[in-house]
């Protein structure tokens, strides 16, 4: 079975500081990696896919993660930090088996201090 | 564009009684998703269907059931409520290659006293 691990439920940064969210993932066969973000109060919205075109993904709002699968991992980054940046971050991987399920990792807390 | 739409968006509910929750998409995708979502867990899968009148059991189906009778509705039910299904619940959809990623309602607050 696949499976998420996210590093660190909570990450605080200054703003204009590099964000790094950490991302490992298992899986038996080449996945289909996604990172969605969730504002207090509101459900989920896509950030970014990686879905074997290219191993550097580039989102939306300046994120980009990088698929190594030697390390399984797939970390999110971010150069400079805004303050609309704080909300939580969750990585996932689609089970292309039956139905294409997405596996969530527990999610990261990201806070940005002025 | 609608999207995903839960109804209703916060509840709160006594033990032992039930409800539904729906789950309404207007982009005509094929697969759609229950989630419940509880702190330091992500979210759960617990139900989902790939198709008009098809569902299937998720990671935590214990206590819920859901019906598709209708391409864009997706319904969850709690038959008798548990304080322990006090929890957000999120719908999604996809098209059925799966590497599109979802889209997500903005989700059902429920509690459960």
């Known amino acids: 079975a696949q499976s998420v691990t996210q590093l660190g439920s909570h990450v605080s940064v200054s703003e204009g500081a590099l964000v790094l969210l950490r991302c490992n993932y298992s899986?038996?066969?080449?996945?289909?990696l996604f990172w969605y973000v969730q504002y207090p109060n509101q459900g989920l919205q896509l950030l970014l896919k990686?879905?074997?075109?290219?191993?550097l993904v580039k989102g939306i709002n300046g994120f980009e993660a990088e698929f190594k699968k030697s390390e399984t991992s797939f970390h999110l980054t971010k150069p400079s930090a805004h303050m609309s940046d704080a909300a939580e971050y969750f990585c996932?991987?689609?089970?292309?088996?039956?139905?294409?399920?997405?596996?969530f990792g527990a999610g990261t807390i990201l806070r940005v201090k002025s | 564009n609608a999207g995903v739409t839960q109804t209703p968006k916060f509840r709160v509910l006594k033990t032992g009684q039930s409800m539904t929750l729906l789950c309404a998409q207007d982009?005509?995708?094929?697969?759609m998703y229950w989630y419940r979502q509880d702190p330091g867990m992500g979210l759960r899968l617990i139900h989902y269907?790939?198709?008009?009148?098809?569902?299937a059991k998720g990671e935590v189906p214990d206590g819920y059931n859901v019906s598709r009778l209708k391409k864009q509705n997706f319904l969850l039910g709690l038959e008798s409520a548990a304080p322990s299904q006090t929890s957000v619940y999120f719908c999604?959809?996809?098209?059925?290659?799966?590497?599109?990623?979802?889209?997500f309602g903005s989700g059902t607050r429920l509690t459960v006293v």
């Open positions: 899986s038996s066969v080449p996945p289909y």
């Open positions: 999604a959809s996809t098209r059925s290659s799966g590497n599109y990623g979802y889209t």
């Open positions: 269907s790939v198709g008009e009148g098809t569902t």
């Open positions: 982009m005509n995708h094929e697969y």
């Open positions: 996932a991987v689609s089970d292309l088996e039956y139905g294409n399920k997405l596996v």
């Open positions: 990686y879905t074997s075109a290219a191993t």
